[in-house]
Structure formats: C-alpha cells, structure tokens
C-alpha cells in the first residue's frame, strides 16, 4: 500500500516536500513516480525515479521539482520549489508499472493548492 502526505496550501513561489510511505517488498525494486490529477483532467506523471535513482521529468515541473527515494525506508519524496497556480493538483505516488499499480491502488493522495 501506498500512503502520500504532505499537501497544503502555499503561495506561489513557496515550496513543498511531499513524502509517500510504501509497504511490502515492490517498492525497492520498482521504478516510482509521481503523479497528480487536476480537477478536471486526466492524472499525469511529472517525475519518475529507477531503483537506482536514474529520475526523470515532466517538462512543466523540470528544474522545479526534486524526486528522490529511500530504498531502505521504503520512501518515496517530492520536493517542489517555485511553485505555481498550475501545480495545484491531487498528488499521488505509485509505480510505472501496471501490473504493481492494480496491486497498490491509488489511494487518496495529498492535495496541494499553490494560491495567494
């Protein structure tokens, strides 16, 4: 199972660091992502890390946003710097994989609002 925390609201041009715990034996294998769903449109990946922490980026978060893990603690992170009005979203972390992620579901994921 997966559980992502750490939403909020904060202003443009603030940060945030949005943890996920993961339980169980796929994670430390798993290339992870995150995801977020903004109200109205479809859920997208904007950062990916392997196991080996090779990350990839959305280009509307490059340079932006961090994504790193902890294989041992089975942690997955976010950190989002310069935040804008278009990142409020419902994040959610998860595998790539699709045969993991109907294992894990969604869950509820952390909601950021990015407004003044």
């Known amino acids: 199972q997966l559980q992502a925390s750490g939403g909020g609201l904060v202003q443009p041009g603030g940060s945030l660091r949005l943890p996920c715990a993961a339980s169980?034996?796929?994670?430390?294998?798993?290339?992870m992502g995150w995801y977020r769903q903004a109200p109205g449109k479809s859920r997208e990946l904007v950062a990916s890390?392997?196991?080996?922490?090779?990350?990839n980026y959305a280009d509307s978060v490059k340079g932006r946003f961090v994504i790193s893990r902890d294989n041992a603690k089975n942690s997955l992170f976010l950190q989002m710097n310069s935040l804008k009005p278009e990142d409020t979203s419902v994040y959610y972390c998860n595998a790539l994989n699709g045969m993991i992620i109907s294992r894990w579901g969604w869950g509820q994921g952390t909601l950021v609002t990015v407004s003044s």
């Open positions: 169980g034996s796929l994670f430390s294998p798993s290339v």
């Open positions: 890390i392997t196991s080996g922490g090779i990350t």
